[in-house]
């Protein structure tokens, strides 16, 4: 793979940072030039460029790429360029992927990651979507009674076994036990009122 990086600048140490600048460039997404083997190296300046100038610059790209690197230099004479100079840098050969290092590589593991699919997790057997309150429940009645109206709908094994492990015959005992207590209970409260109003009957 190669990569490059471009800096122009003008001024007092103009050649320094038009390197500087070219080793940083947003081209290279952050990724440093150490590392490559071979490095193409381009100044270009106008005709007031003077040697001194292009020594300071390609020291900053020598330093960068290390003693290692097989740097080819090349000058280029523009007078449009006036007071500017620019650097361009081309770095190729890298041993391996791990020499590039930075924001290219969280790139590429943000799209490698894949996304994380969440899944349901259903406790017992239940399915929530068959207990909701709906809008005609009563709920003055307890929840087991109105669990058990609407056994039609939840109810989904052959042998009377919820699929949570209540047993529908269990719940119909229980149902029916309540309510000989609720008729013991009215019986009661009736004989009461018969007595009560039979001493009044005798007091009077």
């Known amino acids: 793979e190669a ?8 001024g007092e140490n103009r050649s320094v940072e038009a390197a500087q600048k070219a080793i940083s460039s947003p081209l290279l997404e952050g990724i440093s030039i150490k590392g490559a083997k071979n490095i193409l190296l381009n100044v270009t300046g106008s005709t007031n460029m003077t040697m001194q100038e292009i020594e300071e610059g390609n020291r900053v ?31 190729t050969g890298f041993s391996s992927k791990n020499d590039f290092s930075g924001v290219s590589k969280l790139k590429s593991e943000k799209k490698e990651k894949p996304k994380e699919q969440k899944e349901e997790f259903k ?13 005609d429940d009563d709920l003055d009645v307890p929840t087991i009674f109105r ?19 209540f047993n529908i015959e269990q719940i119909d005992a229980f149902e029916n036990e309540k309510e000989e207590e609720k008729k013991k209970k009215k019986e009661l409260e009736i004989r009461e009122q018969d007595s009560s109003s039979f001493l009044r009957m005798m007091m009077d």
């Open 147 to 165: 669990v058990k109206g609407s056994k039609n709908r939840m109810y989904e094994s052959s042998d009377n076994e919820v699929k949570g492990g």
């Open 3 to 10: 990569l490059m990086g471009c800096g122009i600048s003008s």
């Open 61 to 91: 790209i020598y330093e960068a790429a290390g003693e290692e690197a097989n740097v080819i230099f090349g000058l280029v004479n523009k007078d449009e360029m006036n007071e500017y100079i620019s650097y361009t840098v081309i770095a």
């Open 123 to 135: 406790f017992g057997g239940f399915d929530k979507s068959k207990f909701e309150i709906n809008e």
